[in-house]
């Protein structure tokens, strides 16, 4: 499949965070978007605001001159705008099936793992955009410092989550690829580690030419996966905290709602680029000093990024919606 200028394109399930992300990013390139759901939320009233035609609920004629139909994993063949949509021949696909077309002119960096993974795209994404090398981005939440899932750039570089849940990463076609840890999770779709690790191993075969795998040192499953693509991609790349890496946090000390911490490298990372020797990050836990690193070492080692703000630029990132997000108080209880 292709996009091609002037397509109509309709998304079912456009208020989840996946397929709104999508919407907004053929949005901004240009394509005329409508899309449906159930009921509205932030998602879908930011994207009517924008320009895209909502739908709330679900009928067969929200498909009516559209030119291609993609819709949510949670949809099946026998929707109602689905099975409209075949009886007219227009194509329809799932989210994995049209990324490697919306990612065909852009150097890829995809964030996996079990955990962590929104948090690490959303370190890259800011620190990219602070360093004057904003990338096109798609998030797994809302982005505190943009307020959006999602952004087009002008530079042909993309910053994606890749989610593993029914596969979804399978369609990403990597330059980058971060593993932030990569554990048994999703029962209800993966049967067992086996076929959980079979699909990581799916998602890495379609790493491009000269790729840079990037991994948590910390996670055993993510070092066995690494050991298996040593001889498969170009280069490998380590980050951690409790296990030897090339790149490592040292002196790990809370302030109250901050983390301070100091880089340690190996002089594999040296040709490389320049690595501040301190990070501060506004939040706490050692996930996230975890996460900090692996968007630091990504950061790191790209050409074509102004990384003397590099520092700075972690200071000011404000993570993403439903991480640690203070929802109220109530008699001097946080919630």
């Not at 002196?251 to 690595?275: A, C, M, Q």
Request: hydrophobic share 40%.
């Amino acid at each position: 499949m292709e996009f091609i200028k002037g397509q109509k394109i309709h998304l079912i399930g456009i208020g989840g965070f996946g397929i709104s992300a999508i919407a907004r990013i053929l949005l901004e390139r240009g394509f005329t978007i409508s899309g449906s759901d159930k009921q509205a939320n932030a998602l879908t009233e930011a994207l009517a605001r924008d320009g895209a035609t909502i739908h709330i609920g679900h009928a067969p004629e929200h498909v009516h001159g559209a030119d291609m139909i993609i819709r949510t994993s949670a949809v099946k063949d026998d929707h109602i705008e689905v099975a409209e949509a075949h009886r007219l021949n227009i194509p329809v696909y799932k989210r994995q099936d049209i990324l490697e077309a919306l990612f065909k002119d852009d150097f890829v960096i995809a964030i996996a793992g079990t955990h962590g993974k929104t948090t690490t795209t959303a370190m890259t994404v800011h620190v990219l955009q602070e360093c004057q090398s904003p990338p096109s981005y798609i998030v797994g939440g809302i982005m505190a410092n943009t307020g959006k899932n999602a952004g087009v750039s002008k530079i042909d570089r993309f910053v994606i989550e890749a989610d593993e849940y029914d596969n979804a990463f399978w369609g990403i076609p990597a330059n980058v690829v971060i593993l932030t840890n990569v554990e048994y999770d999703h029962p209800d779709f993966f049967v067992n580690d086996s076929v959980m690790l079979d699909s990581f191993r799916k998602f890495l075969d379609r790493m491009r030419p000269y790729s840079t795998l990037v991994i948590c040192a910390d996670s055993p499953y993510a070092v066995k996966l690494a050991n298996e693509y040593r001889s498969k991609v170009h280069y490998i790349h380590t980050y951690g905290i409790n296990r030897p890496a090339d790149m490592m946090a040292t002196n790990i000390r809370v302030d109250g709602d901050k983390t301070h911490f100091d880089v340690v490298t190996t002089g594999s990372l040296e040709p490389f680029r320049y690595i501040p020797e301190h990070i501060t990050l506004p939040m706490t836990g050692l996930h996230n000093v975890q996460n900090a690193l692996g968007a630091l070492l990504v950061a790191s080692t790209i050409g074509d990024v102004n990384l003397d703000g590099i520092a700075k630029a972690f200071t000011s990132f404000k993570s993403t919606g439903r991480r640690f997000e203070i929802r109220g108080e109530c008699d001097g209880i946080i919630v």
